[in-house]
């Protein structure tokens, strides 16, 4: 602990001044659920950088927060949000663009000249340019002037892109003031791409030094989707003002557009809300070593500890992730300590009211004087913890561990959920549980020793893919069609949409695909699921796969694919990719054996759980991952003539009815006279 400079004669003033201000009733310790030490060797100005595990057991903004000395007695305290630091600029500063006065574009043999009239004297943070080209990249070189005559460059040049979703077209101006900003693009290699303006960003009123804190974090989870990547990132504390999140990849060149995301429910239904969004790259410009920006920026203070990555791949393969770092805006708490002693500082108290302090009116100067930096003890949980019970909220309840008792013997089908531990678990359905449940899944149930186990539905906007290999299948009477079967692993599967791929560098077809299946009456047809163009050129960047969705869900293990060549040669198609939702089944075990997972009940009706009113706890806790285990169908099932075939009980039906007419028609029909 390092003692600054003595306080000021103002510093002096102020002590007196808030000595002397009564402070409100006396604060009962035990009402905080935790404390942390606070060792003070000599009376003065005290600064603490409040740690992330005084967010995480805090009320959202701090309101929670008291402080004690040795005595008991309330501490007036200030707490200090950096407003220097990046990101805390207001947000009409973060949502002020301006037009320039006028854009002009400058073609040439080698490279491309872009002149923005800025047409104003403020600071600048940014200039954006604007173009609708799909696919480029280029090196920019940066140039200011105040009269067009004479330029000054920023720096060396820097990449812009926009390639697969991500780009990067923001060129900053670090704080000048530029009469004329100048952007010369290298057009040697690569072909001459048409901007069409620009905007211009100012710089905040405050000056941004690097001043961000360190937060714990790591990757406890990676789940790898059809063209996505999800990273389940677990931060040191809850309510942490974060400021930006890096990944750490080491692959050599890439992009990828990245989303950050916190788990949430609106009214009954378990969704993602985005919390920040950029691009990561590492690319190298002709001539020049590799460049990386691989920093997503944040301003937001998480509910939950737990932050969900996605980074899109498209059709690249996913990065080799190292791991990930998290910076958070700086919140200093400063008080004046009268004397020297041992302080407390006490945290998480939902019933406790924000402070009001004279020291609000001293802000500025406590701000700008030297103290003494402090860094609190561990934080501890508070022996005798008792809430004020007057006015206590009543308390959350628990998950429910066991709904209802349930006879399965209506259900065809019953899987065993194994579990590696105790706690919130999130199971997600297999292709062939999702084939065999009902399309709304009204028949899914979760049970242990006879009864259901309560869970929540989670339908998350992502998908798992399957890489089928296609066969081919020529017709002879239809020469000019070529034609493929792909084999899926189940039928019924609800698949979303065919992925398919060619390095046939040019052609234009037109693709349909379909299934074949019995008909009412016993006959062969064809049930067309999609149709969709695919035209392809040598150009860089083309890409070599082509989505096409379906119409509807097939309901056999077969697809089929034809493409019309007329008069051209076939094309040489590769690997097809499908893609179908996942539906996760959330819930909390005590135990980890003897669940299992029911299905196959077409009479079902969606259960209702209390577990409803506790949505919001259970689906932002963290979780464990449930796997469903091989199964078989369930022996306890009823083998009724409801659980046949349709078709099976029609052609008996009408057996039946042959049957008893023709008994009928016998015994109406005259006896021969007898011999």
């Not at 067009?148 to 820097?158: D, M, N, P, R």
């Not at 958070?328 to 406790?352: C, D, E, K, W």
């Not at 009408?654 to 029909?669: D, M, N, T």
Request: charge should be neutral; hydrophobic fraction near 45%.
């Amino acid at each position: 602990m390092k003692r600054l400079p003595l306080p000021s004669l103002s510093l002096v003033t102020l002590l007196l001044a808030a000595g002397a201000a009564p402070l409100a009733a006396a604060v009962t310790p035990t009402e905080w659920t935790h404390r942390q030490p606070v060792p003070v060797a000599a009376p003065g100005l005290v600064k603490i950088a409040v740690p992330a595990a005084t967010f995480d057991t805090a009320q959202p903004g701090l309101t929670d927060l008291r402080l004690i000395d040795a005595q008991g007695q309330e501490t007036a305290y200030l707490l200090d949000h950096d407003l220097s630091s990046p990101g805390h600029s207001t947000a009409f500063e973060q949502a002020r663009v301006i037009r320039p006065r006028s854009f002009h574009t400058e073609p040439g043999t080698d490279a491309t000249q872009l002149l923005v009239e800025t047409g104003t004297q403020d600071l600048l943070e940014s200039v954006t340019l604007e173009t609708s080209v799909p696919f480029f990249l280029k090196a920019a070189h940066i140039e200011i002037s105040a009269d067009g005559q004479a330029w000054e460059s920023i720096g060396s040049a820097v990449p812009v892109f926009r390639q697969f979703g991500a780009e990067q077209l923001r060129l900053a101006l670090p704080r000048r003031a530029a009469a004329f900003v100048r952007v010369t693009l290298d057009d040697f290699r690569s072909r001459r791409v048409a901007f069409t303006g620009a905007s211009l960003r100012p710089a905040p009123a405050r000056a941004a030094p690097p001043v961000l804190v360190p937060v714990g974090a790591a990757i406890t989870r990676r789940d790898e989707f059809a063209g996505e990547t999800v990273l389940t990132v677990t931060l040191d504390g809850r309510q942490v003002p974060l400021a930006e999140l890096g990944l750490e990849a080491k692959d050599p060149l890439f992009m990828r557009r990245v989303t950050i995301a916190i788990r949430e429910v609106r009214g009954d239904v378990p969704s993602e809300r985005p919390v920040g969004t950029g691009t990561i790259y590492r690319v190298a410009l002709d001539g020049a070593p590799a460049q990386a920006q691989l920093n997503v920026p944040l301003d937001f203070p998480p509910p939950t500890r737990e932050l969900l990555v996605h980074i899109h791949n498209g059709d690249s393969p996913p990065l080799a992730l190292d791991g990930v770092s998290a910076r958070q805006h700086p919140v200093n708490l400063l008080f004046l300590a009268p004397a020297a002693g041992n302080y407390t500082l006490l945290s998480g108290n939902a019933q406790a009211a924000a402070p009001r302090y004279d020291l609000a009116a001293f802000a500025g100067e406590m701000r700008t004087a030297a103290a003494t930096a402090v860094v609190p003890g561990a934080l501890e949980a508070t022996p005798n913890y008792h809430p004020r019970d007057s006015l206590a909220e009543p308390p959350l309840p628990d998950v429910p561990l066991a709904g209802a008792p349930l006879d399965a013997k209506e259900w065809l089908y019953r899987k065993p959920v194994q579990m590696a531990r105790a706690g919130v678990q999130e199971l997600e359905l297999d292709p062939e549980a999702l084939a065999r449940a009902r399309p709304d899944f009204a028949d899914l149930r979760l049970l242990r020793a006879g009864n259901q186990i309560p869970y929540v539905l989670e339908q998350p906007v992502l998908a798992r893919s399957l890489t089928l290999t296609p066969v081919a299948t020529p017709d002879p009477k239809r020469p000019a069609l070529s034609r493929w079967r792909i084999t899926l692993p189940q039928a019924n599967l609800p698949l979303r949409r065919l992925i398919l791929s060619s390095k046939t560098p040019l052609f234009s077809r037109q693709f349909r695909v379909f299934e074949i299946s019995a008909g009412p009456n016993g006959n062969r047809q064809e049930k067309p699921l999609a149709a969709d163009e695919w035209s392809r050129t040598p150009e860089p960047g083309v890409p070599e796969t082509r989505a096409i969705e379906l119409w509807d869900q097939p309901h056999t293990d077969t697809l089929w694919l034809e493409a019309d060549n007329g008069d051209n040669p076939a094309i040489a198609l590769g690997t097809v990719q499908t893609t179908y939702p996942v539906v996760r089944l959330v819930f909390k075990a005590a135990e980890t054996d003897g669940y299992a997972l029911a299905y196959g009940n077409a009479t079902a009706v969606a259960p209702r759980y209390d577990l409803s009113l506790v949505a919001v706890k259970l689906l932002t806790a963290s979780r464990n991952v449930a796997q469903i285990a091989a199964g078989e169908e369930n022996p306890a099932a009823r083998k009724s003539l409801f659980s046949l075939d349709r078709r099976f009980l029609l052609w008996g039906s009408l057996s039946l009815v042959v049957i008893v007419l023709l008994v009928v028609v016998a015994r109406l029909l005259p006896k021969p006279p007898a011999a």
